[in-house]
């Protein structure tokens, strides 16, 4: 059974810092991997997604890799705004599964002027 | 277009009560996603569509949960009947098509049962 987690569960920075957000996955078996954003009371916002045969993709000042071997990928956030805080949440869509996204719990990131 | 649309973004009832909650998905989207999230839990897939059609409800928790899709613009989540348990944030999200693209997220249902 597919486990996604998130560490750390909550970080806060000083504004400027470059930081990385962690996911990983106990298997390895996936079609892709999809970073979201969410704002307080908001909706989920898809920042990133990663086929399996990629392994980075870049929007902006944000970088997110994978490495499907090791179950692992990272979101890098180049110098951090008080803007970026928000949760950020990890999802793998199985291969072979229907449709089901399997989610981690979230990394809740403050950035602190 | 203005995106997923979910009513009411606030729901307070009182156990036993009948809950519905609605979801209008981005228009030409064939997918169609109900989830839950809880702190403890996070987010959980309750049911998807494709065409109107229910394709997975293996996420529904239980017979008091029940969702609909009478046609593409309209979909339907009900609880009945309710009780404190089931107080969560329920999102629905709609993609063009479901593997390999992105999930539009509405702005979420916050469920509150006393």
């Known amino acids: 059974k597919q486990e996604v987690t998130q560490i750390p569960a909550a970080l806060s920075v000083p504004e400027g810092e470059n930081l990385v957000l962690n996911c990983s996955f106990t298997d390895s078996a996936i079609y892709n991997l999809q970073w979201f954003r969410q704002d307080p009371g908001k909706g989920l916002t898809s920042l990133l997604l990663i086929q399996s045969s990629q392994r980075e993709q870049t929007s902006g000042r944000l970088n997110a890799s994978l490495d499907k071997s090791s179950g692992r990928s990272t979101l890098y956030i180049a110098a951090s705004q008080p803007g970026d805080s928000a949760t950020y949440l990890c999802?793998?869509?199985?291969?072979?599964?229907?449709?089901?996204?399997?989610w981690g719990l979230g990394t809740s990131l403050a950035v602190n002027p | 277009d203005a995106g997923v649309i979910q009513s009411p973004r606030h729901e307070v009832t009182e156990m036993g009560q009948e809950v519905t909650l609605r979801c209008k998905p981005i228009s030409g989207h064939d997918y169609l996603f109900w989830y839950r999230q809880t702190m403890m839990r996070g987010l959980e897939l309750l049911i998807y569509?494709?065409?109107?059609?229910?394709?997975?409800d293996s996420g529904m928790p239980e017979d008091r949960f029940s969702a609909k899709m009478p046609n593409a613009s309209f979909s339907t989540l009900k609880i009945q009947p309710s009780e404190p348990r089931d107080s969560a944030v329920y999102f629905c999200a709609s993609s063009l098509i479901a593997g390999g693209v992105e999930q539009f997220f509405g702005p979420g249902t916050r469920l509150t049962v006393l």
């Open positions: 999802a793998v869509l199985n291969a072979g599964n229907n449709r089901k996204l399997i």
């Open positions: 569509f494709n065409n109107n059609v229910p394709i997975d």
